[in-house]
């Protein structure tokens, strides 16, 4: 089972920048697709970004177009998520996923390996 360990959260104000960053402890991360996810107090967990196995094909939620960026790291077996522009409406837990299938999707059961979260808080 591959282990998926989230960094780079924080407290920001409005209008700042963050950037996650997800490792994989195996190897086998460069075979599939990889997402973030993020969940807000009573809220449900929800897609932001997701990227295929050689970056060739992204996604992102409408909410996050044009602000945020997802990218890989094939050598370092880790996952990025640049967040420019943030707003307090961002505040979440943020959530790497993996899925095992040849490309990605947007809903939170396609994925079977997650990270334990990283806190990402925006003030106003």
């Known amino acids: 089972q591959v282990q998926l360990v989230e960094s780079g959260g924080g407290l920001v104000e409005a209008g700042g920048s963050l950037r996650l960053s997800c490792v994989a402890s195996?190897?086998?991360?460069?075979?599939?697709?990889m997402a973030w996810f993020r969940q807000a107090p009573g809220a449900e967990r929800e897609f932001v970004a997701a990227?295929?196995?050689?970056?060739?094909?992204?996604g992102y939620a409408d909410s996050v177009k044009g602000r945020f960026s997802i990218s890989r790291d094939s050598s370092v077996h880790t996952v990025y998520l640049q967040m420019n522009s943030l707003k307090p409406e961002d505040t979440a837990v943020y959530y790497c996923a993996r899925r095992e299938s040849s490309d990605w999707g947007t809903e939170v059961w396609e994925y079977s390996s997650w990270g334990q979260g990283t806190q990402v808080t925006v003030s106003s």
């Open positions: 990227i295929n196995w050689n970056g060739g094909r992204i």
């Open positions: 195996e190897r086998t991360f460069s075979w599939y697709p």
